[in-house]
């Protein structure tokens, strides 16, 4: 059946009007979708994009703070910082790098070696940080390059701080330096967490304090607050949080006392360590031959790098903490002193050197043909007996040696506020047990202690733990911890912290035992072995020579002449002053030096005549063929 | 007797205007112009010029409403046969801009021929129902949708997603309120999801990472994923009240991109917040259920169908392009209706404008 084209007509409006009804559910339905999502957005997530918001337009620029300076006991400056324009390249946004090098060369002067340099930095840097090519660019270099910085897109002029050394060479191994922040200094910085804080600094202390002090040196990192656009130009500054410059040190060290030491090593190897015993402050800290730290500063050339490392002298080995050597006789004050406390002997006590000491068939050898006689203590440090010192290393057994030798700090590291020092080797029963892995080695031999007793055998200390002892001694057995900083200054409140104020520890010797050491000490300045160096000395002072072998003669004559000079004994001395109230106690080492009276003790007679009266030595020839040696 | 002639003149002018549609095109319109404003106020302000758009747009669209929905008809098959044949031009010799052939190159100028498409395939669609109003069978419904697919194809072929989707629904809108039956719509929409693993593969990698990464932007934050990140965030930061006319950070720091064009709706909700945002979708609200109203009480089948499918196409425009930008649908370029800059996009709305209130003014003269 049809329907009339009337009833049609209404029923196709009434589905149009229905599905009209239908549309406009759905647009309804959608609409209130999106209004949920507006809600969602704005109302409930409205934090969480707030801070999205934020973190797209704020953006924290680090602000590198000044590193604190290094001053001497005096105030004269040993590390600073001085700005200079550098020539920078960011390789990630530069395609051909040889080229632009060659474009802005024709600009600005880079030398064969900056390239060199650059390459090296290259190859130690992620490519998006901006590198060096040229250092100390003068004005002009700058306003040439200004005018033409539109054609070279990743290269930059820049202003920049850098650390300087005024004193050059002039205790490099003490104060180390900086060089431009690796992989592994990254690793050190995560572990005490101050990765923030090293935001935008490019440097950080390798060796020495440098390196030691670094968290204090640096300084904390400022930073201001920049609005950017999306192509991460900044627009505004919104605020800005200065930098805290980083904290200076006062070192205990007396540059000038440091300088003249080093100049009278010569270019002899060896090291020096003097101290203020009634603290324990480093006066100098000598290891020959030196560096030149500002060399390290922006990138050490290739060359320079070479020579420093190659070199058969060794520079960069500081010899006074890290070289291990046999004491030689200068081991014998300590032992004397050690019978004393332990009642193995008494001062007056004599015995009879007949020029040896016989041990299980062996004949241990004195130097002195003949013997020196009948032998009292003070005559066997004055005249340095070895038979003495045979029989009374016999008599105290390898165990009551170790023992208050180790107490006296030998063997082990003295704790200095640098990094690198060696342990050395303090025999005993437990050391040979350690060192050696078969049981016939690892047994210690009654032989074996016989050496011991002058400074032989397996003994081997550095420079600065025979310091360390030597200056406990003149201290009267109050021992510090060895240290090159006096004080640090807090940059923002000036409050000075004091770095070791109070003694290690003190150790229980008897004043009259103390005294006989130390007397027998003088004599040795006086008239013993040191009093050729120490002769016409307006002060009076303790010392005892030694001789650390480095070649066994097997009992053939020593003629230093005949050897070759790096199979020439080392020479040593020890020494404090003045005698009755020590301000400076020393241990000195010429490398195959020969005698330690010959070239040593010439070296501490002019240390004690500027640190003590300011002045040097007249007449007083660092080397002095002439003099009689006996050891 | 000036008086008389103002009045005559002035009644001229407005007899075929659509007061509530003129109403809330103008409240749209302004909010447009602000927001044009605040969008390019960085460099290169593009609100004047947006004006003039605007302008000449409302003399097309009063020219078009004085012309009567009969005499509009006309052009149904010109229009239509004109935009294929351009369509197919573009397939043959079109010019490429960023890897789609979209454009035709006159020499002097060049123009997009999927525009005519919007108008176009309505109008046909429109048209041929109306011819067969009497006799309509299920096989017209067929022919209507070839007719729908061959222009689509092309431009979805350009590529150009948006468009094709646009001038798709404009057609199916036709279709739909010309009577298509219910079980036809299930059925389609069945074979759609079944058929989606296959488009899938049809997709055009672009197409199918903007899927992708509307499921999750952050799989590829400075490529395809940093429109919807930047996006989110300035509607996210804008707050229950905005950050205040001319104070986004996003938008003036450059991080929303287009923010002039397609996206100016994220400028608009930074700074206008939650409040704006309903405001606006009350206004696009009121402009549908004006145009539904119009389509509801057209005379013919052909008012009718063209009415409701300008006014769902006005709603698809602004849910497509508010859902884009808020990260609920994926991007693409579709602008916002009377917000975003563009003269041709603006033209076109407006002549659809202008049909519909052909549509609301000549009923009465139909009936009677």
């Not at chain 2, 539904?292 to 006005?314: D, P």
């Amino acid at each position: 059946m049809r329907h009339s084209p009337l009833n049609t007509r209404d029923r196709e409006l009434d589905r149009f009007r229905f599905r009209l009804a239908v549309a406009s559910g759905a647009v309804l339905l959608a609409f209130a979708i999106l209004i949920g999502r507006f809600f969602y957005l704005q109302v409930l997530q409205h934090d969480y994009y707030t801070t999205r918001a934020e973190d797209n337009r704020i953006s924290l620029v680090p602000i590198v703070p000044n590193r604190g300076v290094i001053v001497d006991r005096s105030g004269t400056v040993l590390a600073r910082n001085y700005s200079a324009f550098t020539l920078e390249i960011t390789p990630s946004k530069v395609a051909d790098l040889d080229a632009t090098i060659d474009a802005v060369g024709q600009l600005i002067e880079v030398l064969p070696k900056d390239r060199k340099r650059f390459r090296k930095l290259l190859e130690e840097s992620k490519t998006f940080e901006s590198l060096p090519i040229r250092t100390r660019l003068s004005d002009e270099e700058v306003a040439k390059f200004a005018a033409n910085r539109f054609r070279f897109p990743g290269v930059d002029v820049r202003a920049r701080l850098f650390r300087q050394y005024p004193l050059g060479a002039v205790g490099s191994h003490a104060l180390g330096y900086i060089g431009r922040i690796t992989t592994r200094d990254l690793e050190t910085i995560e572990k005490n967490e101050q990765e923030a804080n090293y935001k935008g600094s490019d440097h950080i202390g390798k060796t020495g304090l440098e390196q030691k002090y670094e968290f204090q040196l640096h300084g904390e990192t400022g930073y201001e607050q920049v609005e950017i656009d999306a192509g991460g130009r900044a627009v505004r500054s919104l605020s800005r949080t200065a930098p805290v410059p980083g904290n200076n040190l006062t070192l205990t060290l007396d540059a000038k006392l440091q300088q003249i030491t080093e100049k009278a090593f010569g270019d002899r190897r060896g090291a020096l360590v003097a101290i203020d015993p009634s603290n324990g402050g480093i006066l100098a800290l000598v290891s020959t031959p030196t560096y030149d730290p500002n060399l390290f500063v922006d990138g050490i050339r290739t060359d320079d790098w070479d020579l420093l490392n190659n070199s058969p002298d060794k520079p960069m080995v500081n010899r006074a903490l890290n070289g291990a050597y046999p004491p030689g006789s200068t081991f014998k004050p300590f032992m004397a002193l050690a019978a004393l406390e332990i009642g193995k002997r008494t001062a007056s006590q004599i015995i009879s050197d007949p020029g040896f000491f016989s041990f299980g068939g062996h004949q241990f050898r004195d130097d002195k043909k003949g013997g020196h006689g009948s032998v009292d203590m003070y005559k066997s440090i004055v005249q340095s007996c070895d038979t003495y010192y045979y029989m009374l290393a016999n008599d105290m057994g390898i165990d009551n040696i170790s023992r208050f030798m180790g107490a006296l700090g030998l063997g082990s590291r003295t704790g200095i506020d640098i990094e690198g020092e060696s342990e050395g080797v303090l025999p005993s029963q437990e050391w040979k047990k350690r060192r050696f892995k078969r049981p016939e080695q690892q047994k210690w031999y009654a032989g074996e202690t016989i050496s011991i007793g002058i400074g032989q055998g397996y003994n081997a200390y550095t420079p600065i733990q025979l310091a360390q002892a030597v200056a406990t001694l003149a201290n009267d057995g109050v021992m510090f911890r060895p240290h090159l900083v006096s004080y640090v200054t807090d940059s923002k409140t000036g409050a000075k912290t004091y770095v070791e104020p109070q003694p290690l520890r003190a150790l229980p010797w008897k004043a009259q035992n103390i005294e006989t050491i130390k007397k027998a000490m003088i004599g040795v300045n006086k008239e013993g072995t040191g009093a050729r160096a120490f002769a016409g000395a307006e002060y009076e002072s303790g010392g005892k020579t030694g001789t650390a072998q480095v070649f066994s003669l097997k009992g053939a004559d020593y003629r230093s002449g005949k050897l070759k000079q790096e199979l020439r004994d080392h020479a040593l001395f020890i020494a404090f002053a003045p005698a009755d109230k020590p301000k400076i106690a020393l241990a000195v080492l010429v490398e195959n030096g020969g005698f330690g009276a010959q070239s040593a003790a010439p070296i501490a007679r002019m240390v004690f005549d500027y640190y003590l009266l300011g002045k040097l030595p007249k007449g007083a020839a660092p080397e002095d063929e002439t003099v009689e040696e006996e050891e | 007797m000036l008086q008389q002639f103002l009045h005559r003149l002035w009644v001229r002018l407005v007899e075929h205007l659509d007061g509530p549609l003129l109403l809330i095109t103008s409240a749209l319109m302004m909010v447009g112009l602000a927001t044009v404003f605040s969008a390019t106020y960085d460099a290169n302000n593009r609100a004047l010029s947006q004006l003039l758009n605007m302008l000449v747009g409302i003399a097309v669209m009063w020219c078009v409403a004085q012309v009567p929905p009969q005499k509009l008809m006309r052009f149904a098959v010109p229009l239509y046969v004109l935009g294929v044949v351009l369509l197919l031009c573009v397939f043959l010799f079109g010019v490429k801009v960023n890897g789609a052939k979209r454009w035709l190159s006159l020499g002097f100028t060049r123009i997009q021929p999927s525009e005519i498409l919007k108008i176009a395939m309505p109008l046909m669609l429109a048209w041929y129902f109306h011819k067969y109003e009497a006799s309509l069978r299920f096989r017209h419904f067929v022919v209507a949708g070839l007719l729908l697919i061959v222009p689509f194809a092309l431009i979805a072929k350009q590529p150009d997603l948006g468009t094709a989707i646009l001038v798709g629904a404009a057609g199916f809108y036709v279709i739909f309120f010309a009577g298509l039956p219910w079980k036809v719509i299930v059925g389609m929409i069945a074979a759609g999801a079944g058929a989606a693993p296959f488009v899938w593969t049809m997709l055009h990698d672009y197409q199918r990472k903007r899927l992708l990464t509307l499921i999750d932007p952050t799989t590829d934050p400075l490529g395809a994923g940093y429109h919807i990140i930047q996006s989110t965030i300035a509607i996210g930061s804008g707050g229950a009240f905005g950050k205040g006319w001319l104070a986004g950070t996003q938008t003036h720091l450059e991080f929303i991109p287009e923010r002039h064009t397609d996206f100016i709706f994220a400028v608009f909700s930074e700074e206008r917040g939650l409040l704006g945002n309903s405001v606006l979708v009350i206004l696009y609200t009121l402009l549908i259920v004006r145009g539904m109203m119009i389509a509801a009480n057209a005379s013919t089948l052909f008012s009718r169908v063209m009415a409701g499918s300008i006014t769902l196409s006005f709603f698809t425009y602004a849910f497509v392009n508010m859902g884009m930008v808020s990260g609920i649908v994926p991007v693409v370029g579709v602008p916002l209706p009377f917000m975003s800059y563009g003269g041709t996009a603006l033209v076109t709305l407006f002549l659809a404008l202008g049909i519909l209130m052909s549509i609301q003014t000549h009923r009465m003269l139909v009936k009677k």
